[in-house]
């Protein structure tokens, strides 16, 4: 986001907002309530929640997905089933079972299952392969599995390098496709004659067990496991259902984001249970559908990423465009020039923007419905001076950390303490790397997000920017580790920096890549480098741009100069003598970039 004086929050605008936060104020309080689950002995989480939409609303719609609706009853009865033939298939509370199907009913009821039974979900990005499927997987030591037809082939090019028994494989067909593949159990067909009754050891479960295991790109290249608690879940869920979106039977909140991200699957799908209401969701999303099948859904609801608006923003205009039942929506990474744009366009009332980590212990919600914010948040947080070029926090020559000032941008940090615990990642090392200590008083913990972020005052914040190693492209984190180490594998690569870069009018940073050849410019095939990338890497992950550079430039320490790079980024002109070359999109090479070339990518004429 470009600085934004005008969005900073007036006083005349707090008092134009008095009389809803008055309206307000009765369920807030109660959402407050329900949200901060601090009684062990309090039934909370996903499993129990549903359970209670159940008895709330047993023949509304649950789920909707392309002509089928699920009920609220036939879901939990759908879950009970499989959960009865877990637990008799020895999957008991504590133990993790990996999912990997796309986004369809079948993923949900099968999350809810394993919820209810007390096990952890592992949420097994779809678009994973290979390395990083074999190392997700090992990571949480899964005692089962559960595939979908859809992501077969994946799975079973990895099979023989996990340890997961044959007998707790199971396989989710496909309809109208039910031929079950050899070594697999269909594991819909095995629950069938199960008991329909909810489970007693779900209403045992408490705020501080495990729910699932979310995956993060982690700065080493290789996904993190984030870990989200029952209580954490809670949170979510009553926060965005009951507090900020004030959802009922009536709605239905229609979902396009991978239900293996925090957004989709706790914010969106949470807000829908919480709400007793109607949960749409379609395999992927489609720009040129999207509108149609909200209208068939009757969605009141959206959950979005910033990139998704942008999206549909870029469809041609329709007489249709108002035609819609549409008047709020949940997501993140909505940027100033979109928001203004789409809220007329499509004449949606709220926007409410979110900022959270789902590896962090912070998250910023826009309940008041101001325009070209992240909103507030009710946890200690503070924004403190960086390093430009490492992103590190800066201590002052008293030890300690400088807050800036209202208006100002700084690296945001998140108090640790009892109302906001870090619940925090499988592998103790990563947890030591995000954890700052004395950073005003001596003791104090705060959680260093990693992100850049502007105060606009009465505690609303605007998000800015990722530092450090990842990038946002594509709604997915991108690690650039991951990247240099995948690229280094090519023979023909000596060298390899990766980061992210802006091209004009779309959301997040694209991938590019310095790199040094090992042998000369000549002796690289850019189609063979863009096919090998594409072969080893997630498809949101693969660079957009190259630059060779006959020698890296390094800093004193030996790190490389990413700042200048990411400044001068795929512009010919300011690239001295290194080529610069573009992946367009639907081409199957690398080609280079021309000063005419940067004018169209620049003036919009590539959709990215």
Known sequence: MSHRQNDMITW????????????????????????????PRQPCGLGWHFEQATLRNPDGAALLYADRVISYRDA????????????????????????????RPELLLNVLAVAKLGGVCAMLN?????????????????????VGAELLSAYAAVRDQVQIPPQRTWYVAEPPDSAIPEGYIDLMAASAGHPV?????????SYNDPCFYIYT???????????MKHGRWTKTAVSFGRIALDMSPQDVLYCTLPLYHGTGLCVCWGSAIIGASGFAIRRKFSASQFWEDARRFNATTLGYVGELCRYLLDQPPSDQDRDNRVTKMVGNGLRP????????????????????????????????????TIGFCLQHWALVDYAPDTGEPLRGSDGFMHKVSTGGQGLLLAKIDEKSPFDGYTDPEKNRKVVISDVFEKGDRYFNTGDLVRSIGFGHAQFVDRLG???????????????????????????????????ANTNGRAGMVAITPSESL???????????????????????????????????????????????????????????????????????????????????????
């Open 197 to 205: 009754d909810n489970l007693a050891i779900c209403a045992q479960i």
């Open 76 to 103: 939990n009865q759908q879950a009970n089933r499989i959960a009865h033939y877990l637990h008799d298939q020895g999957v008991r509370k504590g133990d993790v079972v990996a999912l990997l199907i796309e986004n």
């Open 522 to 608: 000549a002796a690289l095939d850019m189609r063979e480098l863009l096919q090998f990338a594409h072969g080893q890497l997630p498809h949101y992950a693969v660079p957009l741009f190259l630059r060779i550079k006959v020698k890296m430039e390094t800093t004193g320490t030996f790190k490389y100069q990413k700042m200048k790079l990411k400044e001068e980024a795929f512009d010919p002109a300011l690239a001295g003598n290194d080529p610069v070359y573009a992946w367009l999109p639907g081409s199957q090479s690398y080609v280079p970039v021309t000063g005419q070339l940067l004018a169209q990518i620049q003036g919009g004429h590539f959709r990215y």
């Open 126 to 146: 779809t678009s994973q392969t290979q390395g990083t499927l074999v190392h997700s997987l090992t990571l949480v030591n899964p005692v089962a599995i559960v």
């Open 12 to 39: 005349g605008m707090m008092l134009r907002k008095v009389p809803a936060i008055v309206r307000a104020l009765p369920r807030v309080v109660r959402g407050m309530r329900a949200a901060n689950v601090t009684d």
């Open 217 to 227: 790109s982690g700065t080493t290249g290789l996904p993190k496991a984030g870990i």
């Open 337 to 372: 020039g979109v928001w203004g744009q789409f809220k007329q366009r499509y004449e949606v009332e709220h926007i409410c923007e979110l900022y959270a980590a789902s590896d962090g212990n912070i998250g910023f919600t826009n309940v008041l419905n101001f325009d070209n």
């Open 469 to 503: 190693d990842t990038y946002r492209w594509k709604g997915e984190n991108v690690s650039t580790t991951e990247v240099e180490n995948v690229l280094l594998q090519h023979p023909q690569i000596a060298e390899v920096v990766a980061y992210g870069v802006e091209i």
